[in-house]
């Protein structure tokens, strides 16, 4: 079916898939392509650095490449979810493009993001891939290995992770539902996982994604690892030794 103005059929999956096509302030806030662009570490002027911040205010941790790198996984995931949800729900996506989707940083899902503009994209899964991948995962990586230092290997398995992760939520909410729609999902993430940025990031095997590289979750006061990670136990006690 057609993409609606108000994507509505994405409202079941929940918050995170959830994209604001109405609604903004008078004066919204910047694009994620001026996001992107700025380079400055002034907090208040740069939605880039006050988000990683923030991340880090609430996390409790002092090491802003941890923030960085969870901050970014969450946005990874925000935009992978409304692309599968799209792609099997409608079958088509919205354009995503950085310059069309404005990002509250000091906001969580679904008030984070605006898509002012509502236009639709074909669902195969080039076109998601250059929505995502290139539209905004390679700038955003790069921002954050050049401030503050996030591997980019561990940028792009955060990426990798937010994939499978999504793709899973789609097939555990269409279980519940009685739809194709999480097989759909997994088999667009599965040809999403050929892409060379993110076929280096782990192994997907039907819902179950194994990364090569750790999001530093485990470094967060009271954190862990994750399901997904590459260790297998906690390296905390030599964590010097790790660099993700």
Known sequence: MDLDPDLAALRPLGGFFVLRTAGAPADPPPTLAQAYAHRTEDVYADSITFRVHLVADRIHTSELRVS???????????????????????GSVPDLDPRLLHWDAAASAPDDLWLLEVHSRAADAATVADLVVRGHLEPLNAALHARYGVAEGLLWG?????????????????????????TRALALAAELFTHPR????????????????CCLYYRVPGGGLCGDCCFTRNPWSSPGAVSG
Do not use: K, M
């Open 158 to 182: 955060n990426a990798g992770s937010a994939l499978a992760g999504a793709a899973r939520e789609v097939e555990r909410w269409a279980r519940g539902a009685g739809t194709d729609a999480g």
């Open 68 to 90: 960085a790198s969870i901050a970014q996984q969450a946005l990874a995931a925000r935009l992978w979810s409304v692309a599968l949800g799209c792609a099997v729900l409608y």
């Open 198 to 213: 993110l076929a280096p990031t782990g192994t997907l095997t039907g819902g179950s994604f194994r990364r090569r590289s």
